[in-house]
């Protein structure tokens, strides 16, 4: 069977480094970017969220930059703390969709003590 | 506030069986979705609303049927259950007043489905 999605892509960092998880979007017609967070046994949990009028959006020690050019969006996590890990998803809107969703595949947080 | 809740946590069925998924929210949110998560990938999307008394299908339609009751509950039913939807199923609510705006999708806790 498909193994492909079993095995997320895994970002280990050392407490107190800063993070950066990226995503590759695949519509250029995309005009909404959200960033989720998922703790194991949970739901995802909104971070942030980017519209393609912006390249740059802050919030609390997190950071969405966009490049519309490259199809990219990643998130910066500053000072990562335990708590920081989980699983990390981008979402993506096409301007024709509505407000539904299509998301990516998730990049694993493991932060080290 | 709880948010969005979702009920049963946990389900065992086995093939042929069916079973009613609830969701309800308290944020008076018109649109609600369903959304089912395999392991160790991301979520594709069954069915939503984008307001009471209308649905429409998602990407992984076949084989679920839902039911807006009302505003606050969007239900999600698995008619003859197969091992190929042993998954997470995840509800989902957002503002979004109409089809073209954009609003944050809010989500539930999940429910875990094995089918047997």
């Known amino acids: 069977g498909e193994s492909v999605g079993l095995h997320l892509p895994t970002l280990s960092v050392q407490e107190g480094d800063n993070s950066i998880i990226n995503c590759a979007y695949s519509?250029?017609?995309?005009?909404?970017f959200i960033w989720y967070k998922q703790e194991s046994g949970k739901g995802p949990q909104f971070i942030i969220d980017?519209?393609?009028?912006?390249d740059k959006r802050q919030g609390q020690r997190v950071t969405v930059l966009l490049n519309k050019t490259v199809k990219h969006l990643s998130l910066q996590i500053a000072a990562t703390q335990p708590g920081d890990s989980a699983v990390y998803f981008c979402?993506?809107?096409?301007?024709?969709?509505?407000?539904?969703?299509?998301f990516g595949g998730g990049t694993r947080l493991m932060v080290k003590p | 506030n709880a948010g969005v809740t979702q009920t049963p946590k946990f389900q065992v069925l086995k093939t042929g069986q069916s079973m009613t998924l609830q969701c309800a929210q308290d944020?008076?949110?018109?649109?609600m979705y369903w959304y089912r998560q395999d392991p160790g990938m991301g979520l594709r999307l069954i069915y939503y609303?984008?307001?009471?008394?209308?649905?429409d299908k998602g990407e992984v339609p076949n084989g679920y049927n839902v039911s807006r009751l009302n505003k606050r509950e969007f239900s999600l039913r698995l008619e003859s259950a197969a091992p190929s939807q042993t998954s997470v199923y995840f509800c989902a609510s957002s503002e979004a007043p109409s089809l073209s705006s954009k609003e944050t999708q809010y989500f539930g806790p999940g429910t875990r489905l094995l089918v047997l």
């Open positions: 980017i519209r393609s009028n912006m």
């Open positions: 519509n250029s017609a995309s005009d909404y």
């Open positions: 979402a993506e809107n096409y301007n024709n969709a509505g407000n539904m969703l299509t």
């Open positions: 944020m008076n949110h018109n649109s």
């Open positions: 609303s984008a307001s009471e008394g209308t649905t």
